[in-house]
Each structure stands twice: as structure tokens, then as C-alpha cells.
């Protein structure tokens, strides 16, 4: 049975298709013991494998938008997904359906080769692998490539536990295959713009950034809202190393992302200046001329505008025989 099994599986994709749309030429049957039919149409008709096939074809013509038992192991991660399978849920609802039976089935894309597509439902059906289940309650959606990302995504979105980069991927997948704008996809989603954009704003986040977010523990990642990441990017012009490392720094759990936004927001420091020196030269009581020194420069003020221009002379005079010696020394 095991090579009828096999060629079963071979030929069930494109002849249950065939019969589900009412396309496929069944041969009629002939009276038991009639001359009239050929050996291969009685082979095709008979056999242990198209009669199992029929079998099942006609289930899932029966079972169209209803629920059905589907093996498990028939069931791929379909490639509409955007984030890999979390494994705090997969034990959440591991630890329920050990306790409870299956709630509400999964949607699945029937394929070509006869498996199927998962379009909602990969973490039920991880648990529900994990507590040895072969099979599970599914919903058979003949779907369009589109329809099957949207289904995909949207159902993912109205998860409460996702994270807002988790909701970006989604929305960026959306964006980038479609070309939709931002209005578009709040108006698919059913969400209002500001929440689109505020998702959206780790788009503005360069790649070395975003691979930090990846690797974020859920828990962590999870903090990384749109709302603080918008607050980041504001900054992205001036402090983009800054932001690189802080975001590094959040993933190896050294720093919360509300302290890298708060070190952003903080005022720069004003460059510590060197003390202003200060000489004042005195005719008696009263000031003939005061010299305040900075760094590199030095700044005389004369009292009288006539002891200013005498002194100008001689500082000149000055600066050019210390230049002449600084000369003769590097030589």
C-alpha cells in the first residue's frame, strides 16, 4: 500500500484541482461484468488508489469554507510570513491545548503538489506538534497570492502580543510588493494612518540598526515601540553612531531603549572654557591698561587711545623678533 500511497500523493495536487473545479473526464462505469468497458478505464475506475483519491476529492468538495481534520505534516509555513515563529507563544498555547481541544482552526492554501500552505495558524500547529498531534481542524482557502498575504499578515496583526517592528515587516512587505502607500495599507488594514506611520518609522532606521532590533529577546523587542522609535529618529541626522550602539547595547540587554531616548534628548554640554586670566596695570589709583588672556589669545585695553597705538607698535616689534628666533631654532 505503501506505492499506492505514493503515487496518490504524487498525482493528488493537479487531479484534485481537475475535480474540484469539475474539469477532470471521469469515465462513466459500465455494468458489473460488461464487455463494454475497456481494461483501462475499468484499472482507473477500480483501483484502490483512484478510489481513495475520489474519496478525499470529494471531502474537500464537502468540507468548501468548512472546517476539516488535515494531517500535520502536510502543512508548510507559507512564504508570506515575515517573522519567525516565537517560540513564548508556541508554549503559551502549547500549555493550553494540553488542557483544552483546538479553538478555532487554521486557514491553509491548498498547493499545487498537494500540500498546503499556512496561512494562519503556525504557532497552533508547533504546539500542537509538540503535545504529538498528527492532525488538526484547518480551513481550505483557494486563494490568490495577494489574498493569501493579506490573509497572512492581517490575521498576524490582530494578534495582541505582536511587536510593533513585527507589524512594520508586515506593513513594509505590503508596501514593497504592492506599492501601496501608507494610506492604502491603513485603509486595507482597517487601522487608522497614524498608526501606519507611527509603525512605519523603522523604515527611517538604517540596516546595522534594524539588525540590532532583530536580535532583540521578544521581551525586549517588544519595548521598541513606534512611538520611541520615532522619538530616535528625529536624532538619526546628528547622532547616528549614537543611536547604533545604543540600539546594540539594547539587544545585549545593557541599556533600555527609554535611556538611549533619553540620552538623545539630552542637552549637549557646552564645551568646558579656560578660565579667563586677568592683569590690570595702574598709573596710582587710576587704570592705564587691562590684559585678559584666553587660550591663544590676549587682549590689552588701554585708557587712553594714544597709549593703545604706542603699544601696538611695540607688541608688534616684539612679535616679529620672537618669529625670527623661533626661525633661527629650526633651522
Given at each position: 500500500?505503501?506505492?499506492k500511497?505514493g ?8 487531479i ?9 473526464p471521469?469515465a462513466?462505469?459500465?455494468p458489473?461484468?460488461?464487455?463494454a468497458?475497456?481494461?483501462?478505464t ?9 478510489q ?5 476529492v470529494?471531502k474537500?468538495k464537502e468540507a468548501?469554507?468548512?472546517a ?5 505534516d502536510?502543512c508548510?509555513d507559507?512564504p ?6 516565537d517560540l513564548?507563544?508556541?508554549?503559551r ?5 494540553a488542557m483544552?481541544p483546538?479553538?478555532?482552526?487554521a ?9 498546503f500552505?499556512?496561512l494562519a495558524?503556525?504557532h ?13 481542524d484547518?480551513?481550505i ?5 495577494d489574498?493569501?498575504e493579506?490573509l497572512?499578515?492581517y490575521?498576524n496583526?490582530l494578534?495582541p502580543n ?8 508586515g ?5 514593497r510588493?504592492k506599492?501601496l ?9 482597517g487601522v ?5 506611520n507611527?509603525v512605519?518609522?523603522f523604515a ?13 529577546p ?5 519595548t ?8 530616535i ?8 553612531p549614537l ?10 540587554q ?16 557646552a ?6 586670566e586677568?592683569?590690570?596695570?595702574r598709573v ?5 591698561a587691562k590684559m585678559?588672556?584666553r587660550e591663544?589669545?590676549?587682549i590689552v585695553?588701554?585708557?587712553?587711545a594714544?597709549?593703545?597705538?604706542e603699544a601696538?607698535?611695540?607688541v ?10 623661533k626661525k633661527?631654532?629650526?633651522k
Amino acid at each position: 500500500m505503501g506505492s499506492k500511497r505514493g503515487n496518490v500523493g504524487s498525482h493528488f495536487g493537479a487531479i484534485t484541482e481537475m475535480l474540484t473545479n469539475g474539469t477532470a473526464p471521469v469515465a462513466p462505469r459500465a455494468p458489473r461484468g460488461s464487455a463494454a468497458t475497456s481494461a483501462p478505464t475499468s484499472l482507473a475506475a477500480f483501483s484502490a488508489d483512484y478510489q481513495e483519491l475520489e474519496a478525499q476529492v470529494t471531502k474537500l468538495k464537502e468540507a468548501q469554507g468548512q472546517a476539516m481534520r488535515v494531517r500535520l505534516d502536510l502543512c508548510d509555513d507559507g512564504p508570506h510570513h515575515t517573522t519567525p515563529v516565537d517560540l513564548e507563544r508556541v508554549a503559551r498555547l502549547q500549555a493550553n491545548l494540553a488542557m483544552n481541544p483546538q479553538s478555532s482552526p487554521a486557514t491553509l492554501q491548498r498547493k499545487p503538489d498537494g500540500r498546503f500552505n499556512i496561512l494562519a495558524g503556525r504557532h497552533r500547529k508547533a504546539a500542537m506538534a509538540n503535545l504529538g498531534h498528527d492532525e488538526w481542524d484547518a480551513v481550505i482557502r483557494d486563494v490568490d497570492e495577494d489574498t493569501a498575504e493579506r490573509l497572512t499578515f492581517y490575521d498576524n496583526l490582530l494578534a495582541p502580543n505582536l511587536t510593533d517592528y513585527a507589524r512594520f515587516r508586515g506593513f513594509a512587505q505590503r508596501k514593497r510588493s504592492k506599492g501601496l502607500t501608507e494610506q492604502q495599507i491603513a485603509d486595507e488594514a482597517g487601522v487608522h494612518r497614524t498608526t501606519v506611520n507611527r509603525v512605519m518609522s523603522f523604515a527611517s532606521l538604517t540596516a546595522e540598526m534594524l539588525s540590532s532590533v532583530e536580535r532583540m529577546p521578544s521581551e525586549i523587542q517588544a519595548t521598541v515601540t513606534g512611538n520611541l522609535v520615532t522619538d530616535i529618529v528625529r536624532h538619526i541626522d546628528k547622532k547616528a553612531p549614537l543611536i547604533a550602539e545604543g540600539l546594540a547595547k539594547v539587544a545585549d540587554q545593557q541599556l533600555r531603549v527609554s535611556d538611549l531616548v533619553r540620552t538623545l534628548e539630552a542637552p549637549e554640554t557646552a564645551p568646558v572654557r579656560q578660565a579667563v586670566e586677568q592683569q590690570v596695570v595702574r598709573v596710582g589709583k587710576a587704570m592705564f591698561a587691562k590684559m585678559s588672556r584666553r587660550e591663544g589669545r590676549v587682549i590689552v585695553d588701554f585708557a587712553d587711545a594714544a597709549d593703545a597705538q604706542e603699544a601696538e607698535q611695540a607688541v608688534l616689534a616684539l612679535l616679529k623678533e620672537r618669529a625670527a628666533k623661533k626661525k633661527s631654532a629650526a633651522k
